[in-house]
């Protein structure tokens, strides 16, 4: 499973598929149709944007996480032909290995990289609105911009740390559907 924290505690819970595993690369993936769990509880700023989604529409996305790093690279496919759209740099803690699975915290700041290679920031407005809600520090703010310029630079380098090769990767048919297991809540 992979478990998006907030404030230290499960807000989202998705049965993930295990594609890679080795020192340098974690690689997921969220099949079609998988169920999308919401813990009961409080969060400033309410529950997870995605509540009332409870199961992942489209074509699955595969996650690229190295560990340490305080980004994710998603793969969002597109068409009947099943075709790379963009990449998505998520911004979010570094996994953590637990025994549910795995844990991070979406830091809401994103980056769409288009095919041709030019990419923008998304959610950006959101970060002090965060602020203001008690979500995040403007220390923790001021970190989570930092990792996007980061990023922001290394883009306009044209370096890109993941395998264009991702893009073509497909998913076993039968990983389709899947639930969480009981007790995913607790």
């Known amino acids: 499973m992979r478990r998006e924290l907030c404030l230290g505690r499960p807000w989202l819970v998705q049965p993930v598929f295990v594609v890679e595993d080795s020192d340098d690369l974690l690689a997921v993936y969220v099949a079609e149709e998988s169920e999308l769990g919401y813990p009961q509880g409080y969060w400033p700023g309410g529950r997870h944007p995605w509540h009332g989604k409870f199961r992942w529409r ?36 570094p996994f953590v290995r637990t025994p549910a699975g795995i844990d991070t915290q979406d830091h809401e700041l994103d980056v769409v990289v288009r095919l041709d290679g030019s990419w923008e920031f998304k959610d950006e ?24 310029a980061r990023i922001a630079a290394e883009l306009d380098a ?27 809540d607790a």
Not at 62 to 80: C, I, S, T
Not at 125 to 145: C, K, M, N, P, S
């Open 158 to 184: 044209g370096r890109r740390w993941w395998s264009e090769a991702w893009a073509e990767w497909r998913p076993d048919p039968a990983w389709r559907g899947a639930d969480l297991p009981d007790g995913w």
């Open 58 to 93: 489209g074509h699955g996305v595969l996650q690229l996480q190295r560990p340490g790093e305080a980004h994710g690279v998603w793969a969002f496919w597109e068409g009947p032909e099943r075709e790379l759209a963009y990449w998505y740099l998520n911004l979010q803690a």
């Open 125 to 148: 407005e959101w970060l002090d609105e965060w602020i203001r809600r008690g979500r995040w520090t403007a220390a923790e703010v001021e970190e989570i911009r930092a990792e996007g």
